[in-house]
């Protein structure tokens, strides 16, 4: 009777961590999508194929596609001294006359990390007065980081018509080759302490798998993740299993994020780079992303 008990409070408390997570993770008051005015383009990357010729590129520039889906400003910090680059290993596609499929394999290689940090700012300015009387942001996106080697792949569908090749679908996966991913996402909650605002009930999600479909309604990104933890917690066994326990009861409730337009359609331009064998692909111009390294005045 005690371990019925003991198992029914268990999964109770997972219901309702994985809850506070699909609202952290759901956004629901996005701002309107802005396109951006600007003509400035963002990074060029390497899509040439091969571990040996290529030089690979700045993790920087593979992950400038965050400031593009963001609907918040991001701030992008290097760690000092990194040596991270991402580069293609093979490209294989299969066509018929209506359908295509092009899966690319690609590696994390190097030390150090990239962080994409999601200013808070706007989200505490538009809840101010629900926080001064006690109120809480619920749990939000707070950065992504990429830290270390890793493989994943680049997986891309689309339809053929009159010759015509139409990208409907890319998946990044994270995981490849029975590797841990290197992506993980920090998520907090805001809430007004001491005459200040203050993070809470820090949490980090690793990411195994971004899915970006081209379909009818408001731009979504499907999410996938491995785990979630709270920070600091440790690598034992326990903390491991409990974190996969996590994850998997969070992937069942996660609805997909709302993303801006712009940022749908680069990475559905990219796949179309891939399938079509460019040797580069071009980001367009991310409006609110910042290279300064001071991310968000809230501690």
């Known amino acids: 009777m005690e371990d019925w008990f003991g198992a029914r409070v268990l999964l109770l408390v997972l219901m309702v961590w994985t809850n506070s997570l699909l609202t952290a993770l759901s956004q629901a008051d996005l701002p309107a999508v802005v396109l951006p005015a ?83 700012a706007p989200i505490i300015h538009r809840h101010e007065r629900q926080l001064k009387e006690g109120g809480s942001t619920g749990r939000r996106l707070s950065s992504i980081t990429v830290e270390g080697p890793g493989s994943g792949t680049v997986e891309v569908e689309g339809t053929v018509s009159n010759n015509v090749e139409t990208v409907t679908e890319v998946r990044m996966r994270f995981n490849a080759r029975d590797k841990t991913s290197p992506v993980s996402i920090w998520l907090c909650e805001v809430r007004y302490r001491d005459g200040e605002f203050r993070r809470f009930n820090e949490i980090v999600a690793r990411v195994n798998t971004l899915t970006f479909r081209r379909k009818p309604g408001p731009p979504k990104m499907e999410v996938v993740v491995a785990s979630v933890k709270n920070k600091g917690a440790g690598n034992g066994l326990w903390q491991n299993l409990k974190g996969s326990i996590m994850g998997m009861a969070a992937n069942l409730l996660i609805d997909p994020l709302k993303v801006r337009a712009v940022g749908q359609q680069a990475m559905l331009d990219f796949g179309g780079a891939l399938a079509s064998g460019a040797a580069t692909f071009t980001f367009p111009h991310a409006t609110n992303l910042s290279l300064d390294s001071s991310p968000s005045a809230v501690p």
């Open 38 to 120: 600007s003509v400035a383009t963002g990074p060029t990357i390497r899509l040439d194929v091969g571990r040996d010729h290529s030089p690979g590129n700045p993790m920087s520039s593979f992950m400038y596609f965050v400031p593009l889906i963001s609907p918040e400003p991001v701030s992008s910090i290097t760690s000092p001294g990194s040596t991270q680059t991402v580069r293609v290993l093979s490209s294989k596609r299969k066509s018929t006359g209506h359908s295509l499929t092009v899966t690319c394999e690609f590696e994390f290689a190097g030390n150090g990390s990239q962080q994409s940090i999601f200013d808070l």
